[in-house]
């Protein structure tokens, strides 16, 4: 790999007018593929390739070990006792406490594991995956969860505390499937809440006003999609920008504003990202950040609001984010 260009950059986001973005020193060496706030904002954890799992505190980077060296695409912080649950290829779990012991869970599935995220109160997580996989861990056993066979890509959780999941269109056999769920937790069932025709539903947030936010791909067209749901269905939100392919989408924080991350549907080491905004009156437009090589992966804004990481990987494959 040219040296010149590393496996993955760090962004640090301070202020939408002013597009203050700077550049965090990352170790060249470094995959990573997602990042996480601690519920008080004092410190952020990052994983990614090969097991790789690092604390971030102050501007500093501390190793944290993650008794993997399976690709972990995603981590969540219990916001009642600071513990993070990281997943990622193969089943594969890790619950780590706050004084960074890790142990690996068994999840009892093979299928690769793209998100955790845990209740708003740490009651829970709920795990999605690749073929339908769902998880909750209630932090003594995990229960499956029924209702999807395609793969799912994001989770967040409305005012409520009721989580949605999105996932892609077509699942076994390029068989049409829901792209919105909804979690019945006491069922253990992900109900179906809307079908996006053709398009994938890549990434969703929650923001103010009980807005989701949702950002996809057409897999006809190769084009980006936004929509916004009013509580009975998804409405299309116009995007300023053509041919790009977006991968996540994060709500600043007490705000009408969130940030959109893209990639693109070239090849592994082909092509960039950029970071689009986004607001309720204007929709998806105006390039905060461009680059040639990375492929923006997540945004995760601090809990105060005051910036967001944005995490690039450049070899990262859009489909499998």
Same mark, same amino acid.
């Given at each position: 790999?040219?040296? =010149? ?47 790789? &799992? ?23 912080? $219990? ?9 990622? $290829?193969? /089943? ?30 740490? =009651? ?29 890509? *994001? ?6 505390? =009721? ?10 056999? &390029? ?92 090849? *592994?080491?082909?092509?960039? /990202? ?45 489909? *499998?984010?």
């Amino acid at each position: 790999m040219n040296r =010149s260009s590393p496996g993955s950059i760090i962004l640090r986001f301070a202020d939408r007018e002013q597009r203050t973005i700077n550049r965090l020193a990352l170790s060249p060496e470094s995959f990573i593929r997602w990042g996480a706030w601690s519920r008080d904002g004092k410190e952020a954890v990052l994983v990614g390739s090969n097991g790789q &799992m690092t604390r971030y505190h102050d501007d500093q980077f501390n190793d944290l070990t993650s008794q993997t060296n399976e690709n972990l695409r995603c981590a969540s912080y $219990n916001p009642d006792d600071s513990a993070i649950l990281a997943v990622g $290829n193969k /089943g594969t779990i890790i619950l780590t406490d706050k004084v960074g012991r890790a142990r690996k869970l068994d999840s009892k599935t093979a299928s690769n594991l793209r998100r955790a995220s845990w209740s708003p109160d740490g =009651s829970y997580a709920i795990i999605v995956g690749n073929d339908g996989a769902a998880l909750v861990w209630d932090g003594l056993s995990f229960v499956e969860v029924n209702g999807a066979l395609n793969n799912l890509r *994001s989770i967040t959780w409305d005012q409520e505390g =009721s989580a949605y999941v999105s996932g892609n269109y077509f699942g076994p056999s &390029m068989t049409p499937s829901p792209t919105l769920y909804k979690l019945d937790y006491e069922a253990k069932l992900l109900q179906s809440v809307a079908i996006t025709e053709k398009t994938d539903i890549i990434s969703i947030d929650f923001g103010p006003e009980q807005q989701l936010l949702a950002v996809g791909y057409d897999l006809v067209w190769q084009e980006p999609r936004a929509y916004k749901w009013n509580g009975q269905a998804l409405e299309s939100v116009k995007v300023d920008e053509a041919g790009v392919y977006p991968t996540s989408v994060a709500w600043q924080p007490g705000n009408r504003f969130a940030l959109v991350g893209t990639g693109t549907s070239k090849p *592994s080491g082909q092509g960039g /990202g950029m970071v689009l905004g986004y607001t309720v009156e204007d929709g998806i437009k105006g390039r905060l950040f461009e680059d040639q090589k990375q492929r923006i992966v997540c945004v995760a804004w601090r809990p105060q609001g005051d910036y967001a990481l944005i995490i690039g990987n450049r070899y990262a494959r859009t489909f *499998s984010t």
